[in-house]
């Protein structure tokens, strides 16, 4: 069984926000919430990642929860690059972790 | 920045040859792992390894093996390749347990087995 659940697709207008939701209601209390992004053809990019608190770099935002049972990434200001399939995952804290992709949402970004 | 390279974006063999796929990386991360990616099945984990003549089966190692003598280092090795082992091979690599354990992908292998 899937330890997260993406919805397949979704369609964000250039210049707006994307919002890409992830549930993960069996998470345990040691598991970071982690989001990479593949663009075609090449290999997944790592965007974020966050245990409690919510989170922000300089291409994503994440807002987890405060059940951690769900959790948000947000493209602030979506591009034409960002057109790409977004994974979220889980990874225990220690490490050595493999990581279980599902089937990802596949954003696209509409000129 | 991590830089994790792999031998060859595209690959053809035939049927029962050997097949060697390289990864190397250059943040001397400790963890080495392949995966294949399928469509519709995501990414599925063969091998891993946490350190140098280590390694761990993952969800599918069957008809694989892999091989790390050194730590930049993580082949993976098709012993006779088959027509169900046509797939994007992706290596990703890691520094190792701790509270950042991001996983770095290479570009991956398009490999085609006829």
């Known amino acids: 069984d899937a330890k997260t659940t993406q919805p397949p697709s979704m369609d964000c207008a250039e210049g707006r926000a994307a919002n890409l939701p992830c549930n993960h209601s069996?998470?345990?209390?040691?598991?970071?919430v982690y989001w990479y992004r593949q663009i075609h053809s090449q290999g997944p990019q790592y965007i974020i990642h966050g245990l409690k608190n919510n989170e922000t770099n300089e291409m994503a935002s994440l807002i987890i929860t405060e059940d951690r049972k769900s959790s948000t990434l947000i493209l602030p200001h979506a591009t034409l690059r960002d057109t790409a399939v977004y994974y979220c995952?889980?990874?225990?804290?220690?490490?050595?972790?493999?990581?279980?992709f599902g089937t990802g949402t596949r954003l696209t970004i509409i000129p | 920045d991590v830089k994790v390279t792999q031998s060859s974006r595209y690959l053809v063999k035939r049927t029962g040859e050997k097949v060697f796929l390289e990864c190397v990386q250059d943040m001397d991360h400790e963890n080495m792992f392949w995966y294949r990616q399928d469509p519709g099945l995501g990414l599925r984990l063969i091998y891993f390894s946490y350190d140098v003549k280590m390694k761990e089966k993952g969800d599918i190692p069957e008809g694989y093996s892999v091989s790390r003598e050194k730590k930049e280092r993580f082949s993976l090795i098709l012993e006779s390749a088959s027509t169900n082992q046509t797939s994007m091979y992706l290596c990703?690599?890691?520094?190792?347990?701790?509270?950042?354990?991001?996983?770095?992908f290479g570009p991956g292998t398009r490999l085609t087995v006829l």
């Open positions: 990703a690599s890691s520094a190792g347990p701790g509270e950042t354990d991001t996983q770095y």
């Open positions: 069996t998470i345990s209390g040691n598991e970071y």
């Open positions: 995952t889980l990874t225990y804290y220690f490490g050595n972790e493999k990581l279980t």
